[in-house]
């Protein structure tokens, strides 16, 4: 490894060349949104059943929520899949740069996306909306005894999601570095795209949570 | 498995990247209007908030997530994770509205 260029990736053994290793690491990466998807799905398909039942106590719970914060973080979220297309796409055409640029500005978008989010989440716990049996019924003056209910989904579902923000711009922090280190060029690039599918898959479960949680209630 | 090198690394060019980024702040924006005028639309409010927030998440998946370029492997392997989510959803809500009421069962 000493007397090669830094910039030459070298694939592993048992792939045939670059490409195959590329390609597999990607279906790896895919098959692991798949798991997302289920692991999101399992509390979207609860959701669901339980609004069907009570379809006034979610309303009532969507009252309590500020559409505007959702709204702003939707931008938010959607501003730096951008960003982290773009971060890709200049890797792809080699303008370092620019990708540098785009990294850091995805990664100042989820930070932004978690303030909001802490600013919700503290404005909530101040006026006494805590899930489930926490819920302080007599003080937040809800109409239905299990309000908590609603709460209860509400911090799982944005709870989970936050956790796979924060977990997103770590990774985006640490292709950046591998990035600034000079580990990617438009031959290999793999950490990058699969980062990147990861953030994509943050914004696609909240394109679907602000509905669900904010408006729709 | 078997893909020619240039598919693989498939560039998408930022005419596309921008388009698909102003699509999405629009159609945001489209859902907060549904959402304003839900006095108008009733019980369709909520179906076309969701209908909205489909083709948004199908223009992630299909430019920002590049599937529109990816192998079919990769978009069936994607797409099987929401069958399963479909399928979940559907004995589960199946079990739920068949059941008998009984009381004192425990």
């Not at chain 1, 773009?86 to 100042?108: C, E, F, P, V």
């Not at chain 1, 799982?156 to 060029?185: E, P």
């Not at chain 2, 304003?36 to 908030?49: E, M, R």
Request: glycine share 8%; charged share 10%; hydrophobic share 55%.
């Amino acid at each position: 490894m000493s007397t090669v260029n830094s910039h030459e990736h070298h694939y592993a053994h048992h792939f045939k060349n670059a490409d195959h290793e590329f390609v597999t690491s990607k279906q790896g990466i895919w098959l692991f949104m798949v798991t997302e998807i289920l692991m999101f799905g399992g509390l979207f398909v609860a959701f669901f059943i339980y609004h069907a039942m009570y379809p006034e106590m979610f309303a009532e719970g969507a009252k309590q929520l500020d559409w505007r914060m959702g709204f702003t973080n939707t931008l938010v979220l959607i501003f730096s899949s951008f960003t982290m297309a773009l971060g890709i796409h200049y890797i792809q055409k080699g303008d370092a740069r620019k990708a540098t640029w785009n990294l850091s500005a995805t990664i100042l978008c989820g930070a932004i996306f978690m303030v909001i989010k802490y600013f919700e989440y503290t404005h909530k716990f101040h006026l006494g909306f805590f899930p489930g049996k926490y819920l302080d019924v007599a003080r937040v003056g809800a109409e239905h005894a299990n309000l908590g209910l609603y709460f209860g989904f509400y911090y799982c579902m944005t709870g989970l999601h936050g956790i796979h923000v924060l977990t997103g711009m770590s990774l985006i922090v640490w292709v950046l570095f591998r990035h600034l280190r000079g580990d990617f060029n438009p031959h290999y690039y793999t950490p990058v795209e699969g980062v990147g599918i990861f953030w994509h898959i943050v914004d696609l479960v909240w394109i679907f949570l602000f509905p669900l949680l904010y408006l729709v209630g | 498995m078997a893909q020619s090198n240039n598919d693989v690394h498939h560039i998408v060019e930022f005419p596309i990247l921008m388009k698909t980024a102003l699509a999405l702040f629009g159609l945001t924006f489209l859902t907060m209007i549904a959402f304003w005028a839900h006095s108008y639309l009733g019980p369709l409010g909520p179906i076309v908030a969701f209908l909205i927030a489909g083709v948004k998440a199908a223009l992630v998946m299909m430019y920002f997530m590049g599937l529109k370029y990816d192998s079919l492997m990769n978009r069936f392997i994607f797409a099987l994770g929401f069958f399963f989510l479909l399928l979940l959803f559907a004995i589960s809500a199946l079990d739920i509205w068949t059941r008998v009421p009984v009381a004192n069962t425990l």
